[in-house]
């Protein structure tokens, strides 16, 4: 929350002159603009720290009683003269800065001003400041928050001279103006086509393609270029990883305690399909939509079905609850920019976003089923018969297993009545029930579930004349003991001709005469093993109780009837499991996915969703515990991005619709959202500082305008990233010079305006990346199975092909800001800390990479050291040394004996790769 935290200093009693005295009336007009204007912005910016609950420095500013009180010492407002009020002169950021988090947008602080000119206007002189409902924040946040407002198609202000190019230089150029700043230099070839190169592909270009650029005299020479890098299958590569990075891209599920791989068998299948959509230039639009809902246009075998991984591939957690919210999460903080999922255990404390909205949204994402579609030709892989050959051979094991133990679960239950009866009918505990047993040195091991079958047998068919069981109910009625003494007084009734007992019952009782809760036990044993037999002989079929006559048919009617505690159904068999059932199952199972991960041959599947064939709507879990159970909402989008007269979702889950909410023309938020994500991605700062945050706690962007225009774009050029990327790359703004210049910094110390390109250092795939390509040891074919880069010998893939363990992530990547894989990450952090220049310095990949860039030339006894040198500086920074370079590393050579002399050539390789000039785009 943005506060208001005043010093000590400013903290003084409020003066108050004859206009505001304590007994003011104001008026409706005045009134009104408090409860829209003022009020959201002391709840938002102030009321944290200086409210009832903490009063920083002595001061509230949650009542208009507490305000004119003040604090512990001073006058911080002159009422009527916003002018003299060092409280606005803190919120102005003329004196102190406050709220230390960010200055307000300028219209909350003219908001302020007018206030204290009018003299603090309050509904009420004893009123607290309480928080608008949530109906009045829902409306208010439409009506006020910048970005909740829709995208408008500004002018392009007109600017004075020569130096724009296109209609982003003049919104930049005209803000610039404002401040007083002038535009940086252009930057020279060199840096630009190295720049666009990193920015587009995540490689460095080649000498021959700077020397082709530096000398092309086209006027058109630079949009050549940046044709050739969209064109070109890396690109996909580049901005894919990018997106991977909001998918929270791992290729493994997380820590499940289950015995299982942890590894995803198909999570490449949706890395591919992310780059080649970029590759291909899907309109962003659609892009997301395939993602949320390809099954509902996509037919089985079509590519666009992998994009369904951006809902599969999270991490999977061992609540069902936190799964699903990892789903949402990836969405709408994703895509929409918005934190919906703090609204899980109540209302968010900041965004007009409710329960009911992540209720709402849980009800879409929690009734799906998982499945691996074909996204491709089943034997598209010339191997596929041999894979399919062994994965056939792993199937029949594992569905022998299966149908092993699910035939000796049935016949059990139609076998063992004596072992599930007593245990149902019985009060004992389990080891005294064991004596009871025939045989007692043939120890079994009892199903619990088959046991609680007959338990919820009992419940259901509970008569006390009921013609076949009553002698049992009434057993388990008493108890053992008790049925033990009363045993003779009932089998006189039971076995008396008058008795409704079934007469195969009456008679077996009478000739068995059971005296004991076991041997009554025992005696429904024998009655039920025939019947028992003609099921299993019947393979399980209940109408086996026709093939017996009489008294025996009644019998077999009521226990292979509706309620039976014999007939089993598959969740039946599956939850008569023993533990030692399970784990070679999962054991068995484990054997095919790893088959599947590992093999060649293995057909193109993806880890996709399918709606459930029952869909209902949600109910809202009281504080986020699905054991409360609260109101029920509809499958519904978010309220403050919704029109009121929009219908709940009733298409299957509801997915199709919401993607369409998402991209549709009237969602503020997803163009703005990707917008933002793409300029970050050429000048390493976003226009909306905060890229996973755009609701009531973000600032506005510095350059409002200029994010609406290329919202519009965007959306008007068919929703093309490629057509953005070229558009933002042949603007002045991002062609200038990234060298620092005092004055322009001292009044835009941030470069929120963009004064100049912002210098960046490579992310850890450019970099490991980079050195391979310099190297010429770079393999960048597209596509497949993740390999393990780091284990040597390293593989030359391009890093994005890496195995990702999000359980066990490399100490190697996180040293380089690499982002977790357990949640989306909207922006990578940037350290520097020594163990990046540790890597660097000692590790064998970097030196092997120097030894290859060296190898091509230094054994040529045709070259002098100057055109080693040379040929160094241009493999692997594109230019010639300067003299100082030169005769520093001529020197560092040339001390040296010949045996020596090769040796060195590899460390000044090395010290050349690791430099800034390589490790830093400018």
């Known amino acids: 929350m943005r506060t208001l935290a005043l010093p000590l200093a400013l903290l003084v009693t409020i003066t108050f002159t004859s206009q505001a005295s304590a007994d003011s009336k104001f008026s409706p007009e005045h009134i009104e603009f408090f409860e829209k204007s003022v009020r959201p912005v002391l709840m938002k910016r102030c009321v944290e720290c200086h409210g009832p609950e903490k009063q920083e420095s002595g001061l509230r500013l949650d009542a208009r009683a507490a305000i004119v009180k003040g604090g512990d010492s001073g006058a911080a407002v002159v009422v009527g003269k916003p002018d003299e009020s060092e409280l606005i002169q803190a919120i102005r950021y003329e004196t102190f800065e406050m709220p230390p988090s960010g200055q307000m947008p300028a219209e909350e602080i003219a908001a302020i001003e007018k206030w204290v000119k009018l003299g603090l206007p309050w509904p009420e002189e004893s009123e607290p400041l309480q928080p608008a409902s949530f109906d009045q924040r829902l409306v208010d946040d439409k009506q006020h928050h910048w970005a909740y407002q829709p995208i408008k198609n500004p002018p392009a202000p007109k600017v004075e001279g020569n130096w724009a190019t296109n209609d982003i230089d003049h919104f930049v150029q005209s803000r610039l103006s404002e401040k007083g700043i002038t535009p940086s230099e252009k930057a020279e070839r060199r840096t630009l086509i190295r720049r666009a190169t990193f920015d587009l592909t995540g490689l460095p270009p080649t000498a021959e393609e700077v020397a082709a650029f530096v000398n092309d005299q086209d006027p058109n020479a630079f949009e050549k270029v940046i044709d050739r890098l969209l064109a070109s299958n890396q690109y996909g590569v580049k901005w894919g990883r990018i997106w991977l990075d909001v998918a929270r891209y791992s ?109 709402g949204l849980y009800g879409v994402f929690d009734q799906l089923n998982e499945t691996t579609p074909l996204v491709g030709p089943i034997d598209a892989d010339p191997k596929y018969p041999e894979f399919k050959k062994k994965l056939d051979e792993l199937q029949g094991e594992l569905n ?75 057993a388990r009625e008493l108890g053992d003991d008790a049925y033990a003494s009363q045993a003779e007084t009932l089998l006189t009734e039971w076995t008396a001709e008058q008795s409704p007992l079934n007469p195969a019952v009456r008679d077996a009782l009478k000739a068995a005469q059971p005296k004991s809760l076991p041997a009554l036990v025992d005696v429904y044993d024998e009655l039920l093993k025939p019947i028992g037999q003609a099921y299993r002989d019947a393979e399980f079929n209940r109408e086996a109780s026709d093939k017996f006559e009489g008294a025996p048919r009644q019998i077999a009617k009521s226990l292979l009837g509706r309620n039976s505690p014999v007939v089993l159904n598959e969740n039946d068999v599956r939850r008569s499991y023993f533990t030692s059932d399970r784990n070679h199952q999962k054991k068995l199972e484990g054997k095919i996915r790893g088959h599947e991960i590992d093999s060649a041959g293995s057909p193109p599947r993806a880890m996709a969703v399918v709606d459930r064939e029952n869909i209902h709507d949600p109910v809202i879990f009281l504080r986020g ?59 390493d700062q976003p226009l909306v500082l905060t890229p996973g945050d755009f609701g009531i706690r973000s600032d506005p962007p510095a350059l409002p305008l200029l994010l609406d225009h290329l919202s519009t774009y965007l959306r008007t050029n068919d929703w093309s990233l490629k057509k953005l990327h070229k558009y933002i790359m042949l603007s002045s703004t991002y062609q200038q010079s990234s060298k620092d210049r005092p004055e322009a910094r001292e009044k835009d110390p941030e470069n929120r305006l963009f004064w100049r390109m912002n210098r960046r250092r490579l992310s850890f795939e450019e970099m490991r990346d980079g050195m391979l390509k310099v ?78 860039v060296t190898q091509k030339w230094k054994d040529d006894a045709s070259l002098t050291d100057e055109q080693r040198l040379e040929r160094l500086f241009q493999t692997v920074l594109q230019r010639s040394p300067t003299s100082e370079e030169s005769e520093m590393f001529l020197k560092y050579v040339e001390a040296s004996n010949d045996e020596e002399k090769w040796n060195k050539w590899d460390s000044v390789a090395q010290v050349v790769m690791v430099s800034n000039d390589f490790m830093f785009v400018d």
Not at 313 to 319: E, S
Not at 447 to 452: D, F, N
Request: glycine share 6%.
């Open 251 to 359: 290729d493994t599920r997380g820590y499940l305690n289950d015995g299982q791989d942890r590894r995803f068998p198909y999570a490449h299948a949706y890395r591919d399909y992310v780059i080649d959509s970029f590759n291909l230039d899907t309109p962003y639009d659609e892009f997301l939509k395939e993602q949320i809902a390809a099954d509902y246009f996509a037919e089985e075998g079509d590519r666009r079905l992998a994009g369904l991984g951006l809902i599969r591939i999270g991490r999977q957690f061992l609540k069902h609850q936190d799964t699903i919210d990892d789903r949402i999460d990836v969405v709408t903080r994703g895509v929409l920019g918005l934190t919906v999922t703090c609204a899980r255990c109540h209302d968010h404390k900041y965004d007009a976003i409710n329960m009911a909205d992540y209720y």
């Open 400 to 474: 022998q297993h299966i149908a092993k133990v699910d035939r000796a679960i049935q016949m059990e239950a139609s076998t063992n009545f004596f072992d599930f009866i007593v245990r149902a009918v019985s009060k004992k505990q389990d080891v005294e029930i064991a004596k009871f047993e025939q045989n007692e040195l043939d120890s079994k091991n009892i199903r619990p579930h088959l046991v609680s079958k007959w338990k919820l047998f009992a419940d259901r068919e509970w008569k006390a004349d009921h013609p076949i069981w009553a002698p049992l109910f009434k």
């Open 625 to 683: 515990d699905p054991g409360r159970r609260g109101d029920r909402v509809p499958r519904q989008f978010i309220r403050v991005l919704n029109d009121e007269s929009d219908a709940a979702y009733n298409n299957g889950s509801g997915r199709l619709e919401l993607a369409e909410d998402i991209v549709a023309d009237d969602n503020p938020l997803t163009a703005r959202v990707m917008v933002n994500r793409v300029w970050m991605g050429h000048f």
């Open 775 to 852: 190297s010429g040891a770079l393999d960048d074919s597209l596509g497949g199975r993740a390999v393990k880069i780091l284990e040597v010998p390293n593989p030359p893939r391009r890093t994005v092909y890496g195995f990702v363990d999000r359980q066990d992530l490399p100490n190697l990547y996180r040293a380089f800001d690499y982002p977790s894989p357990d949640a989306m990450s909207p922006e990578r952090s940037k350290t520097s800390v020594p163990q990046q220049a540790l890597y660097l310095l000692n590790s064998p990949f970097v030196q092997r990479q120097a030894q290859w």
